[in-house]
């Protein structure tokens, strides 16, 4: 990285998106098989639950987000959403997270670094989408 390093607001990293999608989709291509990170979660209570778990980006009011997308094979307690939460926060920090972040995702505007992980200004937010069909 760069002695001077630039941080941009997530505003301004939508211009983005499209690069830093295609470089989530180049680190997803490491999954050894269709359940993404999910392929990681060891805890028995959250594995029976979660089928599938994928990173990604997309735009939420005007601002560009990190989002973790879980395929459910069953509702989630209030409990096991709590150690879902924890795992995400863990792949974000120290796991998948921290090796996307090492990766410069070229731009006509040069390099850039994404990170899902910031100690000091982090969180999560949980809400269910419903679909059609």
Known sequence: MDDNPMEITPAEAVSYEEAILAAIVKENRFFENDRG????I????????????????EIVDGELWG???AGLRDPLSG??????????TGQ???????GLEQRPIKTP????YVSF???ENYSLNFYRRFYDG
């Open 37 to 40: 990170l999910a392929e990681y």
């Open 42 to 57: 060891h805890d028995e209570s959250i594995n029976k639950k979660v089928y599938s778990l994928y990173p990604s980006v």
């Open 67 to 69: 989002v973790m997308t």
């Open 79 to 88: 409990e096991v959403t709590a150690e879902l939460l924890d795992f995400v």
């Open 92 to 98: 974000n920090s120290d796991g998948y997270g921290e």
């Open 109 to 112: 505007d040069g390099e850039i």
């Open 117 to 119: 992980w910031n100690h």
